[in-house]
């Protein structure tokens, strides 16, 4: 499908819906299962890769290995990313014969609640990539980030320490921290970019350059 930028209508950005999962990087694999009864209902296209049949419709605790004691926790993380509105680092076995020959069975994955339904996105825990996975993270996070925000006195201070620890984690060229003014604009506390590019720290935006949503105010799906 082509999209013409010229007659978008970016006026109706509000009413575009974002708890929807709609991709995922090369390397992992998205899982999506209802609430009640567990039952999958989206994955991403590559998950034929390594699966060696239709997933839509099965039990996602099905896939996971009998001799992991995996079930008892995921019920319980399950309750955790909805109640707290946040996301979870797990570790998974996957059983044997729901893969394909030769395929990785141990994988890392985060757990999250969409709003609609729980999503879990993994990675083959033995994959090597630059990018940090979701146990890189946490260690990382837990051993050098969180203990410095103890000794900051100020919201500056810890502003640029969350952008520049999130450009360092995702590599992205730049990142920006926004305090919303009660009349919906907003203004760049904070920045981490590439030398080459030019700054927004101290700029002020309208409201309209960031189309409100629909319950993004209310709900944080992590």
Do not use: W
């Not at 006026?11 to 299962?33: N, W």
């Not at 009349?183 to 935006?205: P, R």
């Amino acid at each position: 499908m082509q999209y013409d930028p010229q007659n978008m209508p970016f006026d109706k950005c509000e009413d575009e819906p974002i708890h929807i999962p709609e991709s995922i990087q090369g390397y992992g694999f998205l899982i999506a299962f209802d609430y009640e009864d567990l039952k999958i209902t989206v994955v991403s296209e590559n998950t034929q890769e390594i699966f060696n049949e239709q997933l839509i419709g099965k039990h996602f605790l099905d896939l996971l290995s009998p001799e992991a004691d995996e079930r008892n926790f995921l019920n319980e993380t399950f309750e955790r990313v909805t109640k707290n509105k946040i996301r979870l680092p797990i570790k998974l076995h996957l059983k044997a014969d729901v893969l394909k020959p030769d395929t990785e069975s141990d994988y890392l994955a985060v757990v999250y609640d969409s709003g609609e339904r729980y999503v879990v996105e993994l990675e083959p825990a033995t994959e090597f990539r630059d990018t940090y996975s979701a146990e890189q993270f946490i260690k990382l996070y837990a051993m050098t980030v969180a203990p410095r925000f103890k000794e900051m006195t100020t919201l500056e201070e810890m502003a640029k320490e969350m952008v520049s620890t999130i450009k360092y984690l995702t590599n992205m060229d730049r990142v920006v921290l926004y305090k919303f003014q009660e009349d919906f604009s907003g203004k760049v506390i904070a920045e981490a970019k590439s030398d080459d590019l030019e700054s927004y720290n101290e700029l002020h935006f309208p409201a309209k350059d960031i189309p409100p949503r629909p319950g993004s105010c209310i709900k944080s799906i992590g």
